[in-house]
């Protein structure tokens, strides 16, 4: 069915990330806290953490990369590595860390 009423319910659907059998890479400045939770819940619904950022990396999640700590330097070059990785092989979907937050909450209740 078109028409406004279905473009209306489409932009309101939570965003949809498929987690079973992917790798996830998170990238940015998150405490230990909300890093572990993320990982968490994405290994929750199949998909696996992986450290750093390889060619077989399915999905990276980009968050703050500021300031010139250790942390925010790694997560630059991992978004710097990930968008040569997009352009060479362009299997590397690049998402925020709001994008994956709201992918998760999204996905709640569904089948894992």
Do not use: K
Request: hydrophobic share 35%.
């Amino acid at each position: 069915m078109s028409g406004a009423n279905s473009t209306a319910r489409i932009e309101c659907d939570p965003p949809s990330l498929r987690f079973r059998d992917r790798s996830f890479v998170l990238a940015g400045d998150l405490s230990r806290e909300d890093r572990w939770a993320l990982e968490r819940e994405i290994e929750a619904r199949g998909g696996s953490i992986h450290p750093f950022l390889t060619a077989v990396t399915d999905v990276l999640v980009v968050g703050r990369a500021e300031g010139n700590e250790a942390e925010a330097s790694w997560a630059r070059e991992q978004i710097r590595r990930g968008t040569v990785y997009q352009e060479r092989w362009g299997h590397l979907e690049l998402i925020s860390q709001e994008e994956l937050r709201a992918a998760i909450r999204g996905s709640r209740g569904e089948p894992v």
